[in-house]
């Protein structure tokens, strides 16, 4: 995928847009919080699981300059901003965090960190999949690792597995995938009991009914 839309990867000026909204922080260390969100389009991981399917493919989204997007942003009350994906990490941020910054806007990211994370960001969620693993400097740079729990048999080992290389003083949590959590919540529940160096993060914002 990155050679197919090189120009557009590694320039970062214009971004192929999913959707923005205003909303409340669900998951993770920030749940709760509200924030601008920016959804940008491009992914080939390809989760089975993945809520966000319609970001896949970035020529379904139209360009949109990172000025305007982030224009948006500052017409809103939000004092953060999360951009997620798709995979975000495919693109040249620099210019995304650069012009957030003008504005003194916290900028947050939400990645899989399968490539190199560009820009200067306040927070940084490492959310591994098991399709592409993240590139060893991705680790080095995460502030919070959140991992999805969707086969019990196999996830909490892959979960330890990651939580080897990030940093000590990278946050851990495990989350159920949506699909799974009547199934998988109890033995989550049950695991960070038993290994307290890990959090649960909930999806709250789909058990509030808010986007």
């Keep these: 995928m990155r050679d197919k839309y090189k120009d557009i990867f590694e320039a970062g000026t214009d971004l192929p847009l999913v959707e923005d909204?205003?909303?409340?922080?669900?998951?993770?260390?920030?749940?709760?919080?509200?924030a601008y969100f920016i959804r940008i389009g491009g992914c080939d991981i390809g989760c089975?699981?993945?809520?966000?399917?319609?970001?896949?493919?970035?020529?379904?989204?139209?360009?949109?300059?990172?000025?305007?997007?982030?224009?948006?942003?500052?017409e809103s009350p939000a004092k953060s901003v999360v951009v997620t994906g798709g995979e975000?990490?495919?693109?040249?941020?620099?210019?995304?965090?650069?012009?957030?910054?003008?504005?003194?806007?916290?900028?947050?990211?939400?990645?899989?960190?399968?490539y190199e994370i560009t820009g200067e960001w306040d927070w940084i969620c490492l959310s591994p999949k098991a399709n592409k693993a993240p590139v060893e400097s991705s680790?080095?740079?995460?502030?919070?690792?959140?991992?999805?729990?969707?086969?019990?048999?196999?996830?909490?080992?892959?979960?330890?597995?990651?939580?080897?290389?990030?940093?000590?003083?990278?946050?851990?949590?495990?989350?159920?995938?949506?699909s799974q959590y009547v199934h998988n919540i109890k033995a989550i529940v049950e695991y960070v009991k038993n290994n307290p160096k890990w959090n649960i993060s909930l999806q709250s914002h789909k058990f509030m009914r808010i986007p």
Excluded: M
């Design 21 to 34: 909204f205003y909303t409340i922080q669900g998951e993770g260390y920030h749940t709760g919080k509200p």
């Design 88 to 114: 975000p990490s495919l693109y040249n941020l620099e210019p995304l965090c650069s012009e957030l910054k003008k504005h003194n806007i916290e900028n947050f990211l939400e990645t899989s960190g399968a």
């Design 139 to 178: 680790y080095k740079k995460a502030n919070e690792l959140k991992f999805i729990i969707f086969d019990l048999e196999k996830d909490f080992a892959l979960a330890e597995e990651h939580a080897k290389l990030v940093g000590d003083d990278c946050l851990l949590y495990l989350q159920s995938e949506w």
């Design 48 to 74: 089975r699981w993945c809520d966000s399917k319609i970001s896949w493919n970035p020529k379904e989204h139209r360009l949109i300059s990172v000025e305007e997007v982030v224009r948006k942003a500052v």
